[in-house]
């Protein structure tokens, strides 16, 4: 957590960041997204935004981009072959990388995502050291260790496979959010048949969480001030009440607000009628529909494999 | 589905607080790789305040879009979760005829929030446990040991954050009530 000098550089930052803002070329943004995440103003940045390069993958239409991403989601979750799941991981590799979206933009996600994974894995080994030998039903011993922490080859490949199974979201996650526009979004989720309130609510949502990421930090920064303190150097109980002081005039006034976008949105007349059309819905051209046919064909064959496959694990030792 | 504009509104607002609450610098940290979210606190109050659909969606939408827009993957099973936890908790207006909104925050209400928190979080990330035990064929003991330190830090820290605004919230709403009553 900030403590208070911490939080007055960010402040510092932040507003030499402001001024900068005037040059607004795709590159410069991305360079200082970079210098940013260097520095304390990383801390609330809040992760990654749609960035145009015009691409292919921009051209597609979002539809095809968000049948995309659920696909993979399918077959990721249906699978625990370590060949497709390696075959996904460089799919998703080469999509992100004809993104043309610069490696230093995701290169701290990446590194923390491979962190989390790798604590995670360590604690499944920890919790659990034999679960390896009893899903692949083999037991060759690396390192004899005391009790039943003994690392055994299955074990290690099954953590592997899990872990890159955890891993195989990543890349397709980001390509994703880097190609489409968030109100392409919302009306891609209701062409796919998400009602357009919800579909509506996320757009929405969207919208306002630079706005809401404001709001908290400014508050966060006003209690700090008065001496509301987050940092390790309370004890938790009290730390949890000083995030209420925080979260109060937070919500309280993100509810006034609420009134207030309500109350224009009814005036322009949302919701009066059943449907609703969208600006930034684009046509479904031919090589959509080329993209659709594969993943179909894709995902298909993944839920036949899972179905007619014996074992959970392909295990080749 | 028949949302009128303000519930509409209300869910955007309430997934965007729980997007930037979920935010990993804003959590503090109690065990390795779980953190109490100031996310829960807001899900927890919006699901009090608006009802189990409204719970839902803003657990839903606030966990997916965080995960998404973070950077770090989508773990559907955990969206899933926030949302039920969000259902689950948004009972409260139900069981308690909606006293809440008329400034009435008895101690038997709080009881009865606290046993929801710990319910929802019980079923809620339950589900999500039991689904990566199927789906990531991670170990049982593993998951358990995770729900059992998530459901009960986030129990305490709804149930301390919660009984603070909620307390507030009353007030608030008593004090308009006090103009017709008087």
Redesign the interface.
Known sequence: ??NNTNSESTLNKSAANKSNMNKNTVNNDIKKKHKSSINKTK??D????YVNTNSALHQLNGVTKFVLFLAW?TVV?TT?DLRLILALIITGCTLLKLTKVPFSV?KP?LI??AS?LS??AL??FL??PQ?GVE?IGSSTVLLPLWGDYSLTQETLY?LLT?TL???S??PI??V??FTTHPTEFAASLNRLGV?Y??A??????????P???ND?VNIMHAQQARGVDLSKNVS??S???N??????P???S??D???E??NA??LRG??HNNKRTWYSLKPMTKQDYTVMGLIVLVVTLAIIKRVMATE??WYPF | ?N???????????G???Y???G?P??G?P?F??TT?K?AM??LA?FSVLFGPLVGF?VGF??HW?T??????????TWVLGSGIVGLIIGLFPKLTQGRLEKGEFSMKDMALFVVLALVGNTVGYGVSALLDTV????????VM??LTIIAAGNT??IA??GY??LT??AK?KKQSRNLTEG
């Open positions: 957590m900030q801390k609330i809040f992760g990654i935004n989601v979750l625990f995701y996600l923390a995502t989390v604590i995670n604690f499944m919790l659990a679960q899903y099954y899990v199974k955890y891993f979201m990543f996650a980001l994703f959010v009602p309130k919800i509506y609510a996320v757009s929405l949502t969207l919208r306002y969480l706005d809401v990421k908290f938790v109980l730390r949890i009440k995030v209420a002081k925080i979260l109060g937070l919500i309280f993100s509810l607000r609420a009134d976008i309500s949105m009814t949302f919701g959970l694990f | 589905m949302l009128s504009a303000k519930t509409v509104v209300v869910i955007a607002i997934a965007a607080l997007g930037i609450g935010l610098m804003f503090i109690v390795a790789n109490l100031p606190a807001v109050l969606l939408i606030g879009v995960d998404l827009f973070s950077g770090w993957g989508v773990w559907l789906l990531y064929a991670e170990p049982f003991t593993k040991t995770q305490i820290l301390v954050v603070i605004l507030a919230f608030r």
